[in-house]
C-alpha cells in the first residue's frame, strides 16, 4: 500500500529501482532515518537496542537478553518492493567487535514465515567490506535454517532487508554500516 509509506520511503524504493548499482548509504543526510529496531521484546524476550544515525554511518547496539525466549535484536529498513532479481551480490562495509551480524532478505511481512540471512563475520573493529553472494543466502525460520536457497522468484520480491544479531547468546553488543550497495 502506497498510503502507508513514508516519503523518505517512496524516494529510496524509486532511487533503488532506477539506479544501475542500488545503494543504501547510511553516511548521507537522509540515510537511515526510516531504519528502525526490531528486538525479541515484539514476542515477549527482554534485548534492548538502540539504532543512532552518525554523520558518516549508522550504529546499532545494544544487549540481548535470554530471558523469556528472547535472543534476538534487529534493524530493518522501512517495507517497500525491491526486485533484486538482476543483482548477484549486496556489498557491505560494517565494523563489528567480538559479534556476528546476519543480512536478512524479507519476502514477507507474516513473522513466522521463512526470512533469508547471510552472515556477516565480526570484523575486530575494523573497516571491512563483505561481499555477500545472493545464491549463497539462506531461509531461517524463526530463528532455525530451513535449509531453502533464495530463489530468483523470492529476489524479485523483497519487501525489506535488515541486520540481526547472529550469536543468541547473552551479551553487549555493536556494529557500524556505512553502506549497502547491490551488484551485478
Given amino acids: 500500500m502506497i498510503a502507508s509509506f513514508s516519503i523518505s520511503s517512496l524516494l529510496f524504493a524509486t532511487l533503488f529501482l532506477i539506479t544501475t548499482s542500488p545503494m543504501y548509504d547510511f553516511g548521507k543526510k537522509t540515510g537511515g532515518k526510516d531504519w528502525y529496531t526490531l528486538n525479541d521484546d515484539v514476542m515477549g524476550g527482554a534485548s534492548k537496542a538502540k539504532l543512532k544515525i552518525k554523520r558518516e554511518y549508522l550504529t546499532f547496539e545494544g544487549k540481548i537478553s535470554l530471558e523469556n525466549n528472547g535472543g534476538f535484536a534487529s534493524i530493518r529498513s522501512p517495507y517497500g518492493e525491491f526486485d533484486l532479481s538482476k543483482y548477484q551480490s549486496v556489498h557491505i562495509r560494517y565494523k563489528s567487535y567480538e559479534d556476528d551480524f546476519a543480512f536478512v532478505l524479507e519476502n514477507t511481512e507474516v513473522y513466522h514465515e521463512p526470512t533469508y540471512e547471510h552472515h556477516l563475520p565480526a570484523s575486530n573493529g575494523e ?11 539462506e531461509g531461517y525460520q524463526l530463528g532455525k535454517k530451513i535449509g531453502e536457497k533464495l530463489t530468483a522468484e523470492i529476489q524479485s520480491n523483497i519487501i525489506r532487508m535488515g541486520i540481526i544479531t547472529d550469536t543468541k547468546k547473552e551479551d553487549k553488543f555493536k556494529i557500524a554500516i556505512d553502506y549497502i550497495e547491490f551488484s551485478k
Avoid at 573497516?127 to 543466502?137: K, P, Q, R, S, Y
Fill in 127 to 137: 573497516w571491512t567490506v563483505a561481499i555477500l553472494h545472493l545464491d549463497e543466502f
